[in-house]
């Protein structure tokens, strides 16, 4: 079945800095959906992408679809505090619109 | 206009019990899905719904089951509590199949 693979794990980031997370699909995807989860709280749908080689931004956040619609980035410039939390990718199969989320990236921020 | 909304918000249940959680989509979205998420994973996908019919099981045992209403709400049923199914289940409604998800707060089932 399809998998999603999502790295790093953590990443501890200095207040200011720039960081990226990573995605990959198993499947060529239908989309590719990124969502926030604060500690405690629930998932939070960010941005939906959906043509191949597709970049959106929002603000400090730039969301990236690969070619192939297997792959996918998100990279966040001059972290602040309020971009701790765990972001999770989720692939959309293109056979049965079954919504597949990566094991997710913690970031945490030194002030 | 309200968001999904799930019932209750904690529950403690003994092995072997039987759990019934209750979801209510966002008005005019035809799309249910239900996802367990232990801490420090991602949700893993249980069932999804769209226009009451299930469209999709992911691979969890017969003992999870669900069904969608009329009113497009939606119940996930779990027979024979095992403490392996203590965890937070989320319901997340959608507009149509291919849209981004709006999730409920979650359940927080823990099983003793």
């Known amino acids: 079945g399809q998998q999603v693979m999502q790295i790093p794990q953590y990443q501890h980031v200095q207040e200011g800095e720039d960081f990226t997370t990573y995605c990959n699909s198993s499947?060529?995807?239908?989309?590719i959906q990124w969502y926030k989860q604060r500690p405690g709280g629930h998932p939070v749908f960010l941005i939906q992408?959906?043509?191949?080689?597709e970049v959106k931004k929002q603000k400090r956040l730039t969301f990236q679809f690969g070619e192939a619609k297997k792959n996918s980035s998100l990279h966040i410039t001059a972290t602040q505090t309020t971009d701790v939390g765990t972001y999770f990718c989720?692939?959309?199969?293109?056979?049965?619109?079954?919504?597949?989320f990566g094991a997710g990236t913690t970031v945490t921020v030194r002030a | 206009d309200a968001g999904v909304t799930q019932s209750p918000t904690h529950l403690i249940k003994t092995r072997g019990q039987h759990v019934t959680l209750r979801c209510s989509p966002i008005?005019?979205?035809?799309?249910v899905s239900w996802y367990q998420q232990v801490l420090g994973q991602g949700p893993q996908f249980i069932f999804q719904?769209?226009?009451?019919?299930?469209?999709g099981r992911g691979n969890f045992p017969d003992r999870f089951s669900a069904r969608q209403f009329p009113n497009y709400s939606s119940e996930l049923n779990v027979n024979a509590l095992l403490l392996g199914d203590s965890a937070l289940y989320l319901c997340?409604?959608?507009?149509?199949?291919?849209?981004?998800?709006?999730f409920g707060s979650g359940t927080r089932l823990t099983v003793v």
């Open positions: 719904y769209y226009e009451k019919e299930e469209r």
């Open positions: 997340a409604s959608s507009l149509d199949l291919n849209y981004g998800y709006t």
């Open positions: 499947t060529t995807l239908s989309n």
């Open positions: 989720a692939g959309l199969s293109s056979n049965d619109y079954k919504l597949s």
């Open positions: 008005s005019g979205h035809k799309s």
């Open positions: 992408l959906v043509k191949s080689g």
